[in-house]
């Protein structure tokens, strides 16, 4: 299995601020992804994060509040920007080391206050 | 666009009985199904997953799933539960891409919780 890290595991921020999220994996996948749990609902994939250029957005979610970096094959950054209180989540990054065996990982998330 | 409902938000079991957790999904096309555990303050780990062949998927844990394209369900079962069987258990589908494999963009149920008691 792929060995996932997130830092900080949680933060309590203050509404207007930004917090950047780090995302580090063991070994070189294929594919990552930025999720979101919002409290007591599911998982809501916010974006897949390219390495070398600009991550792809999903519908309700735009680069503006939620910048992605991937600069190489282990490593990716979330900021949630300009925060609210409706930020408030889990966020968690994912990974897909194979095309073949869809082995999909997901790290232990980062619990994102904002007061 | 695909949905996944997961039918039960919480199953209070007894240690020993057996389970079932169920989930339905929606999509105009074909999908790969998969169930995860989210145990108390851990990350997600992977039960089980269908993505072609047989309808009866065996899982880590003990844990089976089948996959009913006519029903469009794939729930998942446990003869015999135990205590550390504790956790959140989450229904996701994925649509699979032309050459055949998944990227790992997921579309997950709301979640069940599962308790089990002594």
Redesign the interface.
Known sequence: SAV?SQKPSRDICQRGTSLTIQCQVDSQVT?M?W?RQQPG?????IA?ANQGSEATYESGFVIDKFPISRPNLTFSTLTVSNMSPEDSSIY?C???RG??N?E??????TRLTVL | AQSVTQLDSQVPVFEEAPVELRCNYSSSVSV?LFW?VQYPN?????LL?Y?SGSTLVKGINGFEAEFNKSQTSFHLRKPSVHISDTAEY?C?VSRPNA?G???????????TILTVHP
């Open positions: 996932i594919m992804f999720y609902q599911s998982l809501t994939l897949t968690l994912s990974v897909v095309r073949r869809n999909q990982f997901f790290g232990p998330g | 790969y995860y851990q990350g997600l780990q992977l997953k993505l989450f996701a050459g494999t998944s990227y790992g963009k997921l579309t997950f149920g709301q979640g």
